[in-house]
C-alpha cells in the first residue's frame, strides 16, 4: 500500500553514494595587533569635598598624559567611579576619618613602541595603579580569515586521501560547519587568568618623563579555527 509520502534519503549515504565526514582544523600563530592597559586612579581626603578635587585633578592628569600619544592610543574609555569613607570608631560610635575615591580607565594601544612608555609614566604617578597589557587581535583581522581558510583546505584534503585510499574519488560537498560559531568568546571580555603580561604597582613619587621605559615583549596570538566536512564519493574499489 502507497502512503504518498516520498522515501527519505539515507542519512548516511548509500552504496552508490557513500558519504564521507572529516574535520579539518587549523592553528595560526600571529602578532597581535592591541594592547589593552587599564588604570586605576586614586584619592584620598579629609572629606567628601576633598577627595573629588584630588580625585579629578588627578584623573584629568591622567587622561591629558594618555592623550599625549595621539594616534598611538586607538581607544580610551572611563569605567567605574566610586567614592566612599573610611569609618573608625570611636566611644560607642562611628565616624568618618577619610574618604577614598577612584576612578577606573582602560586604554586601547596599536602602537607597541610607546607602550612601555606610557606604563612606566602612569606608574609613576602618585595613587595609580596600572595593570596590563592584555595582547589581542581584532575581531575582524585578516588572521581570522586565512585560519578559516586553511581548515576548510585541510578538510578537503583529507577527504581525497581517505576517498583515495578507497579507489574513489569526491563527488560533492553534502555540509559544511564551523565548530566554533556558537562558542567563540566575545570581543573585550575580561582576560583568563594568566593573560595578563606584566603589572605595575602603586607609584611613589611625582610623575618623571625620564623614568626608563618598561620593556614589554608583545605575547604572540593563537588562532583556531574547526570545521566538519561532509562529502559524497564515487563507489569505492573494494576488489584490490
Do not use: C
Not at 581558510?149 to 555540509?175: D, K, P
Not at 573585550?188 to 618623571?208: F, N, T
Amino acid at each position: 500500500m502507497t502512503t504518498g509520502h516520498s522515501t527519505p534519503a539515507a542519512p548516511y549515504g548509500t552504496p552508490e553514494t557513500p558519504r564521507l565526514a572529516v574535520r579539518g582544523e587549523a592553528h595560526l600563530e600571529v602578532d597581535p595587533e592591541i594592547a589593552r592597559i587599564s588604570i586605576a586612579v586614586t584619592a584620598r581626603g579629609p572629606d567628601r569635598s576633598a577627595a573629588l578635587d584630588d580625585l579629578t585633578r588627578r584623573n584629568t592628569h591622567v587622561l591629558a598624559l594618555i592623550k599625549s600619544y595621539g594616534d598611538s592610543v586607538e581607544k580610551l574609555e572611563t569605567g567605574a567611579f566610586s567614592i566612599s569613607p573610611e569609618l573608625t570608631r570611636r566611644g560607642h560610635g562611628e565616624r568618618v576619618r577619610a574618604y577614598h575615591g577612584s576612578v577606573h580607565l582602560t586604554a586601547e594601544l596599536t602602537d607597541f613602541t610607546v607602550l612601555g612608555e606610557l606604563t612606566t609614566r602612569l606608574a609613576d604617578l602618585d595613587l595609580t595603579h596600572v595593570s596590563g597589557p592584555w595582547w589581542a587581535l581584532r575581531p575582524d583581522s585578516p588572521a581570522h580569515g586565512e585560519a578559516r581558510r586553511q581548515a576548510v583546505r585541510e578538510a578537503v584534503q583529507r577527504a581525497r586521501e581517505y576517498a583515495g585510499a578507497l579507489g574513489s574519488h569526491l563527488a560533492a560537498l553534502v555540509e559544511l560547519a564551523d565548530l566554533g560559531a556558537e562558542n567563540t568568546a566575545g570581543y573585550g571580555m575580561v582576560p583568563p587568568p594568566g593573560a595578563m603580561r606584566s603589572r605595575v604597582a602603586y607609584g611613589d613619587g611625582a610623575a618623571d618623563s625620564t623614568a626608563p621605559a618598561l620593556d614589554l615583549e608583545p605575547q604572540r596570538q593563537t588562532v583556531y579555527a574547526q570545521v566538519n566536512a561532509r562529502f559524497t564519493m564515487t563507489p569505492p574499489d573494494l576488489t584490490g
